[in-house]
């Protein structure tokens, strides 16, 4: 089937510890996004790319890290400089002309 | 970036129309109005979209205003699974462009 597969669906975290969420895609789309979404909240942009080997920050960029090697994957990085990580990630891709996203399931990150 | 304006939170009962308002004044010429919803634990999902003329798909209908300033998603029939929180987004047609998502409003669907 195609879609956008994230993992794992839930995550712990310890103090001052770099966890990496994996985000992979299989509908061919040039474009991917990261989100983190709090409680009763709505979504936040933290990094996107538009092609491979480029990404740009978005509005909360801090305290995390992108790669964009390959089309298909996107992982995101939850860096030890991110004092307040604790919340839900969403990993999203998009074609355009339209720019329909394409949403993953969601990792849920706490920390210990 | 142009901005959306939603209710916070609606209600209605089941099997019956559900109309959901979006105020988007300051949309511009090239922005599509998309629709996402989100049920609890879920990612987005994809509702419908457009650019000037109502549309309609196997989810629901977008009746977009002459002007563009506002825009209403309608559920045909309300049920229980479309309690959600809704999206109203304004986007461009480049793969890079952003859509912003707001709060959204919190559909309550009453048996």
């Known amino acids: 089937d195609g879609g956008i597969t994230q993992s794992p669906k839930y995550l712990f975290r310890k103090e001052g510890q770099n966890v990496t969420l994996s985000c992979e895609q299989n509908l061919n789309h040039d474009a991917m996004y990261w989100y983190r979404q709090d409680p009763g909240q709505g979504l936040r942009l933290i990094y996107y790319?538009?092609?491979?080997?480029?990404?740009q920050k978005g509005d909360i960029a801090e305290g995390y890290s992108v790669s964009r090697e390959k089309k298909e994957s996107f992982p995101l990085t939850v860096t030890s400089a991110q004092k307040n990580p604790t919340a839900f990630y969403l990993c999203a891709s998009s074609q355009a002309p339209v720019n329909i996203q394409y949403f993953g399931a969601g990792t849920r990150l706490s920390v210990l | 970036d142009a901005k959306t304006t939603q209710p916070n939170s609606m209600e209605s009962n089941e099997e019956e129309p559900v109309h959901l308002p979006c105020n988007h004044s300051t949309i511009s010429g090239t922005d599509y109005i998309h629709w996402y919803r989100q049920l609890p634990s879920q990612g987005p999902e994809y509702v419908i979209h457009g650019l000037t003329s109502n549309v309609n798909n196997r989810m629901a209908s977008l009746a977009i205003a002459e002007d563009r300033k506002s825009s209403t998603l309608i559920l045909h029939r309300a049920t229980l699974r479309d309690a959600a929180v809704y999206y109203c987004i304004l986007g461009g047609n480049n793969a890079g462009n952003m859509l912003t998502f707001g709060g959204g409003t919190r559909l309550m669907v009453k048996p």
């Open positions: 790319s538009q092609i491979v080997n480029d990404f």
